[in-house]
């Protein structure tokens, strides 16, 4: 049994992301299998695209409940960009579209930004702590307030509960959340393996997290 199984759902980024954790550990593999994600004891959702099209990719291959039923046992889950965005219970790209509810809340578009914001919201930009010991625990902990993480994207993830934001980020003069989570469920909205060393340090993090 592999350890930590990336989840291909037919979205882009995945080899990025198999190429950052295996920074950290051999254990890793890409599957679309449902056995091998079931038995996996931990899973990393990437990915780059529309909101529809990932759980579509998700449904056809019928992983919906297997990845529900990870979650819910209390096994680490990753979600990356538009992998974070999934971990919602509903995404508004392109129509209203169910999402995996690991987290309550959902999937909106930037709204209104200062004139002259570009979107989609793409490149460098800091990440920061919204509450003191917001990180400790996390695979956020240890890292430098303020670290700069790579960014590309048109949507963003609206929690629920506020507790669930573990980082937010400044943009066109919107504050909005760049990292969700709670207990093992952790999804960021930048790429951490595409944003240097303090990035691949949340997949260190979140490597070393695993156990089993």
């Given at each position: ?56 990719g998700i449904k056809v291959r019928g992983l919906l409940n297997i990845i529900r ?144």
């Open positions: 049994m592999k350890k930590i199984v990336i989840v291909d759902y037919g979205v882009g980024n995945i080899h990025s992301a198999m190429k950052g954790l295996k920074r950290f550990t051999e254990d890793v593999v890409l599957s679309e299998d449902p056995e091998v994600i079931r038995n996996a004891s931990a899973l990393v959702l990437p990915g780059q695209g529309a909101f529809k099209t990932g759980m579509d039923e990870a979650g819910a046992a209390g096994k680490p889950i990753l979600g990356i960009c538009l992998g974070a965005q999934l971990l919602l219970a509903k995404g508004f790209e392109f129509g209203e579209h169910e999402g995996l509810g690991l987290l309550p809340g959902k999937v909106i578009h930037f709204p209104t930004l200062e004139p002259g914001t570009k979107i989609p919201h793409m490149g460098w930009n800091a990440i920061n702590e919204p509450t003191s010991a917001r990180w400790k625990g996390t695979a956020l902990e240890g890292l430098r307030p303020g670290a700069e993480m790579y960014f590309i994207h048109s949507y963003i993830l609206q929690p629920t509960d506020p507790a669930h934001v573990l980082a937010t980020t400044v943009y066109g003069g919107l504050t909005f959340p760049s990292v969700i989570g709670t207990g093992n469920i952790i999804g960021c909205q930048f790429h951490p393996e595409k944003s240097g060393e303090e990035g691949l340090g949340i997949l260190k993090k979140f490597v070393s997290s695993i156990g089993g």
